[in-house]
């Protein structure tokens, strides 16, 4: 499942493999990936998109923020459904 691709309004692409969360060809990283196991580490990864100018789409940080906030931290594919 992805959260966002690449595209006019997103500068990453994010998605989640139901175990990780994967911010793919990360800008960040010089082009690789990071991947983590937390809503809260990847909400965390996103602000530093937003600080460098890169764009990420609200909804997104929304949805991550929402994802701890309300349940469990950690991914886990069953909550996904
Ligand atoms: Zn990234």
Redesign the pocket.
């Known amino acids: 499942m992805s959260y966002c691709r690449f595209g006019n309004d997103s500068d990453?692409y994010i998605y989640t493999t139901g175990k990780y969360l994967v911010?793919d060809t990360?800008?960040?990283?010089g082009g690789k990936s990071?991947a983590t196991l937390r809503y809260s580490r990847m909400s965390v990864?996103?602000e530093?998109?937003v600080a460098n100018g890169d764009r990420v789409p609200k909804n997104v940080l929304e949805e991550l923020a929402l994802s701890f906030v309300l349940g469990d931290d950690v991914v886990n594919i069953s909550k996904l459904n």
């Open positions: 990453v911010c990360c800008k960040i990283k990071f990864h996103l530093s998109h």
